[in-house]
């Protein structure tokens, strides 16, 4: 019912318009193979996205996203799910992939093996949920300043009367 994608748009704007295209071109394919032309959406909302830091964190959302099939329980392991980039990289089928912009670790299939810590999981769920930059304190408030996220750091509902 969804996917995950770690993408790198290289200037403003790039984003938007390659997740158009995309959720775009997959639901008319789908409609015609359905043969369900002009019948209802396919995907309930917009993409989320959130920014992050390119160090560790960005290496804890690529477990994150290799390793949905497992938690999902769609497969019993990894290297069952054709549709993953962790299948792509360990079949030598890397054409779709780009170099990610920090190094993998020399152990891959380890790390990708190795479940998500509790806090780990709790607060990359966060950046899912809100959109809230996902990286150390220091750099997610320097990009919610950049960025203008205030939203992304407050709590749900209207805020109290007198607050």
């Known amino acids: 019912n969804h996917f995950h994608l770690i993408l ?22 789908w409609h015609i193979q359905n ?17 992050v830091q390119q160090d560790q964190h960005l290496l804890t ?5 290799e390793r949905n ?8 392991k990894l290297l069952n799910w054709k549709y993953s980039s962790y299948y792509q990289r360990l079949n ?3 054409s779709l992939l ?8 020399k152990n891959y299939e380890d790390f990708v093996h190795t479940p ?17 930059p996902y990286g150390g304190e220091g750099w997610s408030s ?7 996220l205030d939203i992304t750091t407050r709590e749900r509902g209207r805020p109290r009367k007198g607050t």
């Open 69 to 76: 099939p497992l938690r999902a329980k769609l497969v019993k």
């Open 61 to 65: 959302v690529i477990r994150y996203v």
């Open 116 to 132: 998500l810590t509790a806090l780990e999981l709790e607060k990359t769920r966060y950046s899912v949920d809100k959109g809230k």
């Open 35 to 51: 043969k369900t032309i002009g019948s209802g959406h396919l995907y309930q909302g917009r993409y989320k996205s959130f920014l």
């Open 92 to 94: 030598n089928k890397t």
């Open 8 to 29: 790198y748009p290289r200037k403003d704007g790039d984003l938007q318009k390659f997740m158009q295209w995309l959720t775009l071109t997959h639901t008319q394919r």
């Open 142 to 148: 320097d990009m919610i300043k950049k960025h203008d």
């Open 98 to 105: 780009t170099k990610p912009p920090v190094p993998l670790p």
